[in-house]
């Protein structure tokens, strides 16, 4: 066995348990915020599943590790939205518990506002390369 694929390997297992632990927060109170963790811990594990790909060689048209390939953006992307939609949806879930007030629902709404507006630059930048 290689050392990337045990390395993949290893990474696939707290990503899955991420994934199930947002799986099970969301099917109990479906709330924005949940399914953004659940979107967020998908996309981690989408991350581990490329590079357990990679290793093994498998869907060669893919290209795995060239630069302009469908494989890097596939990885790129899905490390974008993890890295980016987990944490948001465990900060605002974290937010939102208890009582709402004014004040935390504006955090929470500049928060999202903020983060669809970095996205959608990023997604621009990265489209005119």
Not at 10 to 30: D, E, I, N, Q, T
């Amino acid at each position: 066995m290689s050392t990337p694929f045990l390395g993949a390997l290893a990474a696939l297992v707290p990503a899955c348990m991420l994934f199930a632990g947002s799986a099970v927060l969301f099917f109990r109170g479906k709330t924005v915020w949940s399914l953004l963790q659940l979107l967020g811990a998908g996309s981690l594990v989408v991350v581990v599943l490329t590079h357990v790909s990679e290793a093994l060689h498998l869907f060669p048209w893919m290209h795995w590790g060239r630069n302009d390939s469908i494989g890097h953006y596939l990885h790129l992307w899905s490390a974008i939205l993890g890295l980016t939609l987990f944490p948001l949806g465990y900060l605002l879930h974290a937010l939102g518990s208890g009582n709402s007030t004014r004040g935390r629902v504006r955090i929470m709404k500049a928060l999202v506002g903020a983060t669809v507006i970095y996205l959608t630059k990023a997604a621009i930048k990265q489209l005119r390369k």
